[in-house]
DNA sequence: ACCTAATGATGAGGAACCTCACAATGAGGA
DNA sequence: TCCTCATTGTGAGGTTCCTCATCATTAGGT
């Protein structure tokens, strides 16, 4: 425990949590009915409003195709909407719709749950500390990647 | 940053770093040789010795299913034998072959460079943190699960 | 011995990611 | 104008995960 930690040891502890924590999260939105994936693109065009995909993959940190594939199934379920711009013929503006609001609604509650399952386990100046430290990494992340971090 | 940190915040942060950190990684390695995935299966066998895919699954945390569509594409590239276990003919026992030890230590190389790059930018002190803070998680998620975490 | 239940692996099918190649369009310079 | 280059979205194809159904085998009770 006073042992030194080294970046590798730390990384497989990470990595070891890495996939349990995402499919529990993932398993308990797909039971609210909306997967994690999904709700993601959900959650950002509810915070910034309608735009093209290419924008979306920007901000999820997905390649353009991934997006066309993602949208593909929310479009098939009527939860976005994907229109032409008028500006750009290459483009098509993704919107949500009204059910797609509600099932981002109802999928947040169930994370919030979930995060507080997870989390929750730690006091609140622990979960500073852990924010603290992902934040640091993530800034020194930043510079050799793709840089779309947030 | 003084702020209340809700268990929501933590999991959203967490959540972000996520997807970046995975494709890192993987990357790298892929790079190397050897994908997360595939590197994860031949660590095991290499720590633990040779075992049926049931065992396999247990340990990594994966669906059985997940196993044996792993070991297809490892035992197409020789990296691992598939051989019958006498004592149940069942079940099919998996080793490593020469080729994969070589091919795990080259991703091992290359998989410690990235976490010196990732989680370097902590100090040691930090890094004992995030790793107890992790283990904290892990502990408490043991409870409702699969239970197969380590 | 027999019948039932658990177990090991896999077929089928799906979801979420990726890269690479490419058609259509847009934008900017000569 | 026209030529080139960047950008948008998508087809094709691959990987890594999953669940559910199924087959073969083993194990256990009676």
């Known amino acids: 425990m006073s042992e030194v ?5 730390a990384g497989q502890t990470y ?34 409003g309608p735009m093209n995909q290419a924008t979306l993959a920007g901000l999820l940190g997905f390649a353009p195709r991934s997006v066309t594939e993602t949208i593909d199934g929310l479009e ?29 609604q109802v999928a947040m509650t169930a994370r919030s749950k979930t995060m507080d399952e997870i989390f929750g386990v730690l006091d609140p100046t622990e979960r500073a500390q852990l924010v603290a430290l992902l934040k640091t ?12 971090g947030n």
């Open 5 to 9: 930690m080294s970046p590798v040891e």
């Open 15 to 48: 990595l070891e949590l890495h996939h349990q924590l995402h499919r529990i999260v993932d398993q308990a939105m797909s039971s609210a009915g909306l997967s994690l994936a999904r709700a993601k693109v959900l959650m950002r065009l509810d915070a910034h």
């Open 76 to 104: 098939r379920d009527e939860l976005v909407t994907r229109t032409e711009d008028p500006h750009d013929r290459r483009s098509r503006i993704i919107a949500l719709t009204a059910s797609g609001r509600d099932a981002l």
């Open 137 to 148: 990494i993530r800034e020194n992340l930043a510079q050799g990647d793709t840089g779309c």
